[in-house]
């Protein structure tokens, strides 16, 4: 895929490019693609959503532009650059130093990232010094600001506590507080509140938001969640079996989407502010990644699939100024479609 | 309880008949215990402290809390999959408190449940038609040489191909398992079905090809349901009724609509403002609540939200216990401060308002941008 992608940057200039991203597995099964071209560009400061069903390659094409899936375990091909620099080939002490200062990941289970045995304030420590050559002391000392900042009450003592002695959503700030230590240009959510109720999903995305304005840094938020996707992204990249089927603005995605596939999401959820008669779930279930339909990978489950949909895989083309999508329908089809069927604000 | 009509009010759930399902005055206490030889008992976790509930025949009860408030416990204790530790638990108005195992049997032809994760309550070693038949056998309502036919038109109806009726549990999607859950729980032709997060581990596209699902089997089989669920859009969409629980308790009970337009416990509304909106442009007040929820060990006194509340006052929420207290018809809150109507600007409140739903937006952002504490927007209707 060749696509330009201009997308409307709040910022000015670009963080994150990434080109035609393959990730594929080798499995005793066949060949999972589970990143199979993506193209997406990510400014300074931006917030980007990321939605799609699991299995949808949005946690390995970013565990791969982190550096945590490698060549030596996955067929990867394709450009990632960060900050002007090739990350895909660069050697694993040089990726080392980019993560942490230049991007950081927090993952969706906080109790499995934080090893049990250690006490969270010297795995932030830990952090620190496998980045910095500091001293013990004052790398303390900045783990317990950091835990401070991220709204965990009595950081000192705080610190000196095992994982265990948290609650979940204590815990997530405590993951949040270790990726920001070290002021990273970019943080990569990764299904950070999936694991948390509701009132403190709240909390933390209203934290990763205050700390996104303190620190100026670009955020990538990865969930299932459209309701989370429609309070905090900037712009939003759709993904299903393995590609990028739409990018666009916020409001492009809600209010004028071009893609079957994102219709479908909007219409199969279930809604708090709308009385809804019947859910509109979308027929099927998402493709094996092994066996993609030929065609676009959408094809079986969409009812306006026509004549070249199970023959041709649409090329993710920009159709308005920063809003691209990958399907056959004509523009003006799209729109009219959108428009009479899809509701999503009354 | 009785239910006090109100004039101006909307219509009051269809409470009527006796009871399929109702709790007394439930507690559920698990021990705690230090020490490996000697145990000793240092206290208990109170998982379900006192709860009153019935379930009307045909309706769908919600109950919604976050982890640990007892929605789980409550289910197993109806099911008498755990027995309770005080309190009284009816069947169809039978006491089923103290049943044995055995004399429970005839109750449970009637009450089937659904499991959460559909990957774990579906024995792998067992084919799919053996895994649905299995409550026929158990029971013997269908003659041997009758289960396969039953149990493929059981499978057509739940939306599965009859033909996989000799595959295994592995060989089936995520949202397929759940269908075949369902079809077991259905199997007896129960009267209720206890729903327990039946939907949270599949994906949003799958989630709701399983909600519609349920609410056709409802129609189908004038079935009733008590639907746990954590996720309140889910439970709007499902429940005629909604319990919201908090650390063991209800905290509100009320018909879905108006608990989503008209919250009278502050619980109840922070969690519903919790939710995030999939409408950008309908972005609401939030009310971010404060530290987690206390352990149950030892909950707090008086109001077990005190220590949470926004709107507390001492020292009476922190020293008297509320009671569940008559508002609107069928709704009851037990708040000592219940919320006024409207003191919370709802998408809905708002759009019901027609015109009012941009200034509302608006409210709400200008409130959002200047980053002022007062989570909540005071304003009544004008």
Redesign the interface.
Known sequence: MTVEITSPEPDGDTLLSVRDLKVHFDTSDGVVKAVDGVSFDLAKGETLGVVGESGSGKSVSFMTIMGLITRKQAHIEGEVVFRGQNVLDMPADEMRSIRGSGMAMIFQDPISSLHPLYKVGWQIVEAIQAHEEVEKKVAWERAVEALERVGIPNAPQRARQYPHEFSGGMLQRAMIAMALVLNPDLLIADEPTTALDVTVQAQILSLIDRLQQEFRMAVVLVTHDLGVIAEHADNVNVMYAGKLVERGNRDQTYYDSHHPYTWGLLQSISRLDEKQERLRPIKGGPPSLINVPKGCSFHPRCPYRFDPCDKVVPELVEEEFGHSSACHLSIEEKKRIFASEVVVSS | MSVQARPSAGEAPETAGTPLIKLEGVKKYFPVTRGIIFQQHVGDVHAVDGLDLELYPGETLGLVG??GCGKSTTARLIMKLMDVTEGRVYFDGNDITDLSPRDMRPYRRELQMVFQDPYASLNPRKTIGSIIAEPMRIHGTVPKNKQKGDVQELMRLVGLNPEHYNRYPHEF????RQRIGVARALALRPRVIVADEPVSAL???????V??LL?DLQAEFNLTYLFIA?????V???SDRVVVMYLGKAVEIAAG?TL?EYPKHPYSN??????????????RN?I??QG??PSPIDPPSGCRFHPRCPNAQFPKCSEEEPLLEPHRPGQFAACHFPLEDRAVI???AA?AAGAEVESAVKRSRTTRTSGKSGARSRKPRS
Do not use: C, F, W
């Not at chain 2, 994906?203 to 090809?209: F, P, T």
């Not at chain 2, 922070?270 to 972005?283: E, G, N």
């Open positions: 976050e982890s999607s995520g949202g397929q994906d949003v596209s799958v989630q709701a090809q909600l519609n609410e954590h996720d309140l859009s889910v709007r969409h499902m609509d989503y922070a969690l519903l403002s919790a939710v995030p909106i999939p409408d950008p442009r309908k972005q939030r971010i609540l987690d929820v709802t998408a809905e759009e």
